[in-house]
């Protein structure tokens, strides 16, 4: 029997990377109040400062902030009111000694002030006359032109996701537009003649179909988008007449099961007979082992032959095509957590151990509590919060040992 020849995680995702040095992620502009979720394409800078000019932050009084030192209850200092800022007008000059002018929150700061008094330490003894209570120091609820967005500042990093906060400041600047990744498009084959839907009965021997459902779920999660999905038997014609059609289609292209060494595991020679490209066959990582990694030159697609077993499917496609993309984007690399390990756990010399664990309050910080499962399991993603690579050159992680944990 054929064995098969294991690359290291790191050598499999580096021959992704130069295999597919090609295949450029496709990229549009979209408008601004589309982008939530989506990936910017480019680096994105501001044209303006936020905010445009000096504001106040409270409602209260433009003053000179030495004009207010050693005031207090017992002796106020007093102060003329020569004007009104409203938050949609244009401030003048504060010109002479001990004068105020009033703002609201958000109005324009007047030249010549350097601070704002809050109404709450102000009196109005008389008509246009307030006593001051409090002394306040320079730039004292003051936010200054620039001091939030300057302009030249880049505010949105290619490779960075947008979420509120980038929403936010496009709208802020005026920005109407921008470009980003389009979503990848992803096919999800999964072959095996026991697999029934979620709709069949289960007749002795078959099982329900996770694979579909979880790698679905892991694609849309990672910003991607499913234009393929089907089960396929165990027969080597069906199984290249859907490669071949899902490759014509997407982007990537994710085979669960078959990818072993079985009389029914067909699909390295169906690769290899469509791409004539098939570079990695077995990857030093548990679980996982089986996976088989192809490109597509003439239809530019990506082909991952995933293990049939659920959790190593999921797992392998982060590892490997979740990689690849971030990559592809410029994406920053996943959150990790420091936490110490509640436990002892063994793993196997030879292969990293992609071990899932849930992350529990401790005195000094989190703890990792492992998710014991086989890899024909789905339950373990599910109570996990998140996965620890334990190095393929270590027999575990000793109680009380510093981890960090990627988030699942």
Known sequence: ?????????????????????????????????????????????????????????????????????????????????????????????LSGCQEAVRLQTGSMIPDGADAVVMSEYTEEYAPGRIACIRAVSE???????GEDVRRGECIIRRGQKIGVGEAGMLAGLGIREIQVYLRPSVAILSTGDELAGGDEPLTAGR???????????????????????????????????????????SDIV?????????????????????????????IAVRPGKPTILAYDRERRAVIAGLPGHP?????????????????????????????????????????????PVRLVPGADGYEAVPVYAKSGSISALAKADAFIMIPRNREGLRKGEKVKAELL
């Open 1 to 93: 029997m054929e064995l098969l020849h294991t690359d290291t995680l790191e050598e499999a995702r580096e021959k992704l990377w130069k295999e597919t040095r090609e295949m450029d992620m496709k990229t549009r502009k979209v408008k601004a109040q589309e982008t939530p979720g989506r990936i910017s394409a480019s680096d994105v800078v501001s044209d303006e400062n936020i905010p445009p000019f000096d504001r106040s932050v409270v409602d209260g009084y433009a003053v000179r902030a030495r004009e207010t030192y050693g005031a207090g209850e017992a002796s106020p200092v007093f102060f003329r009111v020569t004007g009104q800022v409203r938050i949609e007008e244009a401030a003048g000059t």
């Open 139 to 145: 730039g004292e609820s003051i936010i200054r032109a």
């Open 207 to 249: 099982i329900r179909d996770i694979n579909t459902s979880a790698l679905s779920a892991a694609a849309l999660e990672y910003g991607m988008e499913i234009c393929l999905r089907r089960r396929i038997r165990d027969e080597e014609r069906e199984i290249r007449q859907a490669v071949e059609e899902a490759a014509e289609k």
């Open 254 to 282: 994710l085979i669960s099961g078959g990818s072993s060494k079985g009389d029914k595991d067909f699909t390295k020679r169906v690769l290899e007979e469509i791409t004539g490209n098939v570079f990695t066959h077995g």
């Open 311 to 355: 959790m190593a499917a999921v797992i392998m496609f982060r590892l490997l095509i979740r990689d690849w993309y971030r990559r592809k984007t410029g994406s920053p690399e996943p959150l990790k957590i420091p936490a110490v390990m509640k436990e002892n756990v063994s793993s196997n010399q030879g292969r990293a151990t992609c071990l």
